[in-house]
């Protein structure tokens, strides 16, 4: 299981902060252990410093889990001039610059460690706008989409 949320970022960035994310990533960890079960020792990340810390805390979720793999982000979702969705980091500061991989971790990056993850399920949250740009069909990866979350069941 890993539970991110980007609330703050650098100083100059454009994207305005989301006090709320760390605390609802802290009360999300507690309660997914408390009322569910949740191994405590779940991975949360707050405020990953950028998106290689992101993509590794969630390779790592994925490799490790064998039965199911949630993944929950709360955060700013950005688009790059591609139109690909990108979850923010605290180094994101405007996609519009070119420097997307630098900033933020490509949406693209949770379709590949699913599509490696030998869990029996796995769902995927988006808390962010443009949720709904990660709705798209990810080869051996997941049954069913809606809205921003998507299951691959048994």
């Given at each position: 299981?890993l539970l991110v949320g980007t609330g703050s970022h650098r100083p100059g960035s454009r994207?305005?902060?989301?006090?709320?994310?760390?605390?609802?990533?802290?009360?999300?960890?507690?309660?997914?252990?408390?009322?569910?079960?949740?191994?405590?020792?779940?991975?949360?990340?707050?405020?990953?410093?950028?998106?290689?810390?992101?993509?590794?805390?969630?390779?790592?979720?994925?490799?490790?889990?064998?039965?199911?793999?949630l993944i929950w982000y709360v955060g700013h979702g950005l688009v790059d001039p591609d139109?690909?969705?990108?979850?923010?980091?605290?180094?994101?500061?405007?996609?519009?610059?070119?420097?997307?991989?630098?900033?933020?971790?490509?949406?693209?990056?949770?379709?590949?460690?699913?599509?490696?993850?030998?869990?029996?399920?796995v769902v995927v949250v988006l808390d962010c706008c443009f949720a709904g740009r990660a709705?798209?069909?990810?080869?051996?990866?997941?049954?069913?989409?809606?809205?921003?979350?998507?299951?691959?069941?048994?």
């Amino acid at each position: 299981m890993l539970l991110v949320g980007t609330g703050s970022h650098r100083p100059g960035s454009r994207l305005p902060d989301i006090p709320a994310a760390g605390p609802t990533v802290q009360a999300l960890k507690e309660c997914l252990t408390e009322y569910c079960g949740a191994d405590p020792e779940c991975v949360s990340l707050i405020d990953p410093e950028n998106p290689l810390v992101f993509a590794d805390a969630l390779h790592e979720a994925a490799r490790t889990a064998d039965n199911i793999l949630l993944i929950w982000y709360v955060g700013h979702g950005l688009v790059d001039p591609d139109n690909e969705l990108y979850l923010a980091t605290r180094t994101a500061s405007d996609l519009m610059e070119g420097r997307a991989v630098w900033q933020a971790l490509p949406y693209e990056e949770i379709r590949a460690a699913v599509r490696t993850c030998r869990a029996r399920s796995v769902v995927v949250v988006l808390d962010c706008c443009f949720a709904g740009r990660a709705v798209v069909p990810a080869t051996g990866g997941f049954d069913d989409a809606f809205s921003g979350i998507a299951t691959r069941g048994v």
